[in-house]
């Protein structure tokens, strides 16, 4: 038998980006006082934050915009001075005041709870699954069962604790309009009948829990949110810290893909990866802040190395730091394998796994490519 995981709202529809938050101290359309063309072309450009903002010149920041050098000056001179006087209340001194021992910290890191792939040889290469606190990018070709993976750990992060689960909730952003809830729906089933399975073979030996999970339930704890270009996809993200703080228990929050829309509508790479890496540290923050998994699903591209074409995950070099594990999946023959390509914890591994009409399970010898659903 696999762990277990929890789910309570599933929602369907474009996202419509919600008015500015006040909350977030450095979310550019809370804290600067501009007109919404110029917050509109700022979070176009990348600059989402302070931070971003006030690191660079004002005559990149006029260029990146599209706006006069004296407007980028004024931008600069009013995020400087919020900047200051969130640190001259105190703020940055929670940093200094914030050192923690070594010790802790490692105890803390192998408490964290994972979430089960339903896959045991795949959970074992993972130290037990997918952690939470961490972001995780899983990618492959197209067919080798990104998706698959995706709705699986939405389902498996809401089984109850009782089974060794999380109990938790999961966000799904899908950009490329690849959820299928009808699939969902046979995985939610598969787990609620492997529960049941586990309560029976519990009540021979031990005290069991009774099973009060549905698949209904299951389907109702996903929030569902897709997107349709890269404004959205960061407007959204943006919101994700209020909607999380909203919306208690979200363990786990899956992008399948990350890559869809920076890969169509950029053609400022610069831009594309100041974008990506201000998208990357939200989301560690949100893993550290909530506690939960963020799990990032990534596409693949060719690229030319040592006098031949090879492919490699799409977004360049510059990306592939800015995730905490990173797991590529590949065909090895009829099989489907998963490889641990970096981590600071785990070491390099493979195993492989199979994609069945009840989700991920174990591969076997006899395994055959199994058409995707």
């Not at 802040?289 to 040592?306: D, I, P, R």
């Amino acid at each position: 038998m696999v762990a277990w995981t929890g789910l309570e709202h599933f929602r369907v529809g474009r996202f419509n980006p919600p008015p500015p938050a006040i909350e977030p101290d450095d979310y550019v359309t809370s804290r600067l006082p501009l007109s919404s063309s110029i917050r509109g072309k700022l979070i176009s450009a990348g600059y989402t934050s302070l931070s971003s903002i006030s690191s660079v010149s004002s005559t990149d920041l006029a260029r990146d915009v599209k706006i006069t050098e004296s407007e980028a000056f004024e931008i600069l001179k009013m995020a400087n001075q919020i900047s200051g006087s969130s640190s001259c209340n105190g703020r940055s001194s929670s940093l200094v005041n914030g050192a923690r021992n070594a010790w802790d910290m490692l105890n803390e890191e192998e408490a964290l709870p994972r979430i089960t792939t339903s896959c045991s040889d795949l959970d074992k290469i993972l130290g037990g699954g997918i952690s939470c606190r961490d972001v995780t990018e899983i990618g492959g070709v197209p067919g080798i069962g990104k998706t698959q993976i995706g709705i699986q750990l939405s389902v498996n992060v809401q089984i109850p604790r009782e089974f060794g689960g999380l109990g938790g909730k999961a966000i799904y952003i899908d950009t490329e309009g690849s959820f299928m809830v009808e699939r969902a729906l046979q995985i939610a089933q598969a787990c609620v009948e492997d529960m049941e399975e586990y309560t029976g073979y519990m009540h021979k030996h031990f005290k069991a829990s009774q099973v009060q999970m549905k698949p209904r339930d299951i389907l109702e704890n996903i929030f569902y949110f897709r997107v349709c270009s890269y404004t959205e996809q960061i407007a959204l993200v943006n919101h994700l810290d209020k909607f999380i703080s909203e919306n208690k228990d979200v363990k786990v929050v899956i992008v399948d893909s990350i890559t869809f829309h920076f890969r169509q509508d950029f053609d400022d790479l610069a831009q594309r990866t100041r974008v990506l890496s201000e998208m990357a540290l939200k989301f560690m923050k949100l893993a550290k802040k909530f506690s939960l998994a963020v799990v990032l699903l990534n596409q693949v591209t060719t690229k030319y190395t040592e006098g031949s074409f090879q492919l490699a995950l799409a977004l360049g070099d510059s990306w592939s730091h800015s995730c905490t594990n990173r797991v590529i999946l590949y065909w090895n023959g009829d099989e489907r394998y998963a490889y641990i390509d970096k981590s600071p914890s785990l070491p390099s591994a493979s195993a492989s796994y199979t994609v069945t009409g009840r989700g991920l399970r174990n591969s076997s010898s006899s395994s055959k490519r199994v058409k995707m659903m």
